[in-house]
């Protein structure tokens, strides 16, 4: 399979607990994309990377969010100190950089339950 | 980027065409019309995009008007599989990310 893929798809853990979200994106892709979606909601954008330089960060990204790509490659979403309104699937999406065009394609998610 | 607006569900029967419509009145000249969907419990899906011109692609076509404030996405012929949420997106070439701005969206639901 050379699509976007996410791990782990699902994740229950308790509040204050940390979590880490891994994605691996299509392969010759250079953008890396994070979304959140909850339920009944379309994604919302998280951050993006282009190769390893994180390019721009959503205000919903809080202080508790960090995401690395550190070679370029795959990317991680760590949450600390989760709380129950983390409780979200979290999205990956992969692309081309393309001015005006160039698709996303995303992963099947990792969702995450806060208990 | 432009705001879009689109019915919240739509219902369509089986080998019917579907018409998902949208608009996007403040559109500007550069900004393009993106169609996703989200079938339930996988990430969105590309289907189709446009700046003027109506394309078509093996999925489903694009129709723009002429003045590009609203545009309609029809599925030929609609099967069960196609029930997802549909996202219409306006997207400039001044967003230097390329990030996707996803509204509510319209609910298909293709019956038999």
């Known amino acids: 399979d050379t699509g976007v893929s996410q791990d782990p798809r699902h994740k229950i853990t308790k509040r204050g607990q940390n979590v880490t979200f891994r994605c691996d994106p299509i392969?010759?892709?250079?953008?890396l994309y994070w979304y959140r979606q909850t339920l009944g909601q379309g994604p919302e954008f998280l951050t993006y990377?282009?190769?390893?330089?994180?390019?721009?960060k959503s205000r919903l990204l809080s202080d508790r969010f960090s995401a690395e790509r550190p070679k370029g490659s795959f990317s991680t979403l760590e949450i600390q100190r989760t709380e129950q309104g983390d409780s979200a699937m979290y999205l990956c999406?992969?692309?081309?950089?393309?001015?005006?065009?160039?698709?996303?394609?995303f992963g099947e998610g990792s969702r995450l339950t806060v208990l | 980027d432009a705001k879009t607006t689109q019915p919240p569900s739509m219902d369509c029967a089986e080998g019917r065409a579907a018409n998902l419509p949208c608009n996007h009145s403040?559109?500007?000249?550069?900004?393009?019309v993106y169609w996703y969907r989200q079938i339930h419990s996988q990430g969105p899906q590309y289907i189709i995009h446009?700046?003027?011109n109506n394309e078509t692609n093996e999925m489903a076509s694009l129709i723009i008007t002429e003045d590009r404030k609203s545009s309609t996405l029809i599925l030929p012929h609609a099967t069960l599989r196609d029930t997802a949420v549909y996202y219409c997106?306006?997207?400039?070439?001044?967003?230097?990310?390329?990030?996707?701005?996803f509204g509510g969206g319209t609910r298909l639901m293709v019956k038999p």
């Open positions: 446009g700046l003027k």
């Open positions: 392969s010759e892709h250079n953008r």
């Open positions: 999406a992969s692309s081309l950089v393309m001015p005006g065009s160039g698709e996303l394609f």
């Open positions: 997106i306006v997207r400039g070439e001044n967003n230097a990310g390329n990030m996707l701005t």
């Open positions: 990377f282009q190769n390893e330089a994180q390019l721009e």
């Open positions: 403040t559109i500007s000249g550069n900004e393009y």
